[in-house]
């Protein structure tokens, strides 16, 4: 399933890294919500992404605006990898990979290391009512986000 700009992206609940249930609607009742998807914490560029969104927060011109990271990690990495980076934003286990199916970015199998199902590497921003406005997606995992493209797309819906 492709999520196409205009429409109504999947609602989800997923565990933080602090073991609470999360919703997408708890993020878009605030604002926009920048929804990254990442293959793994600790993985390198993961790590720069994950940093890079963290450092152009204040480029977003509306301070409603969410960022939620999700991964196919376990929770307990997530905390640590929070607490490595300085993450101020949370970040959501998608374990069992209920929402990387739903959204479309399930990269099944992953760059020759066997490992099976996996989020890509992508980037969705959302607005308040859940309708999606912006969709970047990559097969490569090396591939960075546009960061500048984002922030302006959030921008946009402020």
């Known amino acids: 399933m492709v999520l196409r700009i205009g429409q109504r992206v999947p609602e989800f609940t997923l565990p933080d890294s602090n073991r609470q249930q999360r919703s997408l609607s708890e993020?878009?009742?605030?604002?926009?919500?920048v929804i990254a998807f990442f293959p793994f914490a600790f993985s390198g560029v993961c790590d720069k992404e994950m940093c890079a969104f963290r450092d152009n927060v204040s480029r977003l011109n509306d301070p409603?605006?969410?960022?939620?990271?999700?991964?196919?990690?376990?929770?307990?990495?997530l905390k640590v990898f929070a607490q490595t980076y300085n993450l101020q934003f949370p970040l959501l286990s998608d374990f069992n990979k209920k929402v990387v199916k739903?959204?479309?970015?399930?990269?099944?199998?992953?760059?020759?290391?066997?490992?099976?199902?996996?989020?890509?590497?992508?980037?969705?921003?959302?607005?308040?009512?859940?309708?999606l406005r912006y969709r970047w997606t990559t097969d490569v995992p090396s591939n960075e986000p546009p960061y500048d493209e984002v922030v302006g797309a959030v921008n946009k819906l402020a």
Do not use: E, H, M, N
């Open 64 to 77: 409603g605006t969410q960022t939620v990271g999700i991964s196919v990690d376990s929770l307990f990495a």
């Open 102 to 131: 739903a959204y479309g970015v399930l990269q099944d199998p992953w760059v020759g290391f066997g490992y099976r199902g996996v989020a890509k590497r992508s980037v969705f921003v959302v607005d308040k009512k859940g309708i």
């Open 27 to 33: 993020f878009t009742q605030k604002g926009a919500t």
